[in-house]
């Protein structure tokens, strides 16, 4: 789901592009392959030090309904509105952020869309809003892609550039798709990134809370030339992962990593015993609380954040869950919590 909105972004931009219609927000779009590209400036006198936009904190378009993702670092949900309209809204309270407005963006009134690229430091963030599933609504994405520079990354040595975005690039290269991928592969792990999430055809690097998703296919269009797609996220949460875990996957609602692991349920538990203090933070038991079928350990950490393990055995091998709630997050959880054990309250029956 978080991968495609990638592309459709990129595919909305690039189709976007070939319309009358389409109001450029800048006519520095790429020639060439080109795309979107700009140099980090100074900061200011007067703009404070660099602080990462929480977007689960970011104030939303009025009467917008309940997030469809909600992260540090990925925000989606449906408005009321237009995306012109509404993308005016967002882009002024980016902008008093501090969130420079890049070259490149897009809005069409006709096809009801609006595309802005966003940098502060160097960081990007896009802005991404279109048709609403139901009448008269829009639809907003908003997602963190970190300061990753991506023509930096250890590409096979005669790779060309096809686009760049500050949100996605493209390169060729006259290499074979499995010799791709394993160069590729090989150099990013002596860089010191570590494989996060692999499916054929695609494989997504991490280095801290940095990710870069790589798709590698064929590409026809360019002479039978091997394609690269580089697209960089976000995380929200640094969360480690233990070494031989499988199907690793990680979701924005609500933040958690899914993994499963060859060991039982207690070798896992100490990996993050030992891994997570390293990280800031502190369990609340000195081992899992264990149940007949599956078992938990709650950690905190300075800024009052819930991280919580959950395993259970199946099939022969460790299920693991690491599910992260932000300060916000937990708060609100609490007071749904209170205002629920009052209601509970108030409704028992008056003792006579």
Known sequence: ????????????????????????LSSANAQGGAGAETSAEEPSASE????????????????????????????????????????????????AAYWRELPGGTISAEYGSAN?????????LTLSLSKGSQADTVSVTMQ???????SKLPLPKNAEAVYRFPHTAGFVTTLALDETA??????????GWSVYESSPGSTTYRLGLQTVQVSISSAPAQGGKTMMQLSPQLLPVDLPIPPNAEGIRFRHRPVELNFEHPGDWNEVAKF??????????????ENLIENENDAFQIYRNAEQALAQLKVETRGGKTQATVEYQSPTVFEENEQRFEELRKKQEAEKPAKP
């Not at 802005?116 to 960081?123: E, M, T």
């Not at 394993?182 to 860089?191: L, Q, Y």
């Not at 993050?272 to 369990?283: A, S």
């Open 1 to 24: 789901m978080l991968r495609r909105c990638v592309c459709i972004a990129l595919l909305s931009h690039l189709a976007l592009g070939c319309s009358e219609s389409t109001n450029s």
């Open 48 to 95: 404070p030090p660099f602080e990462l936009l929480d977007l689960e904190r970011f104030a939303r378009l009025p009467e917008a309904k309940p997030p469809k993702m909600r992260s540090r670092t990925l925000l989606m949900y449906d408005a009321p509105g237009n995306a012109v309209e509404s993308y005016a809204l967002l882009k002024e309270k980016l902008v």
């Open 116 to 124: 802005g690229y966003f940098q502060r430091g160097r960081h990007a």
């Open 144 to 150: 963190h892609h970190g300061d990753v520079d991506l």
């Open 182 to 191: 394993k160069t590729f592969g090989d150099a990013m792990t002596a860089a």
């Open 272 to 285: 993050y015993q030992t891994e997570l203090p390293r990280l800031g933070w502190k369990p609340t038991t």
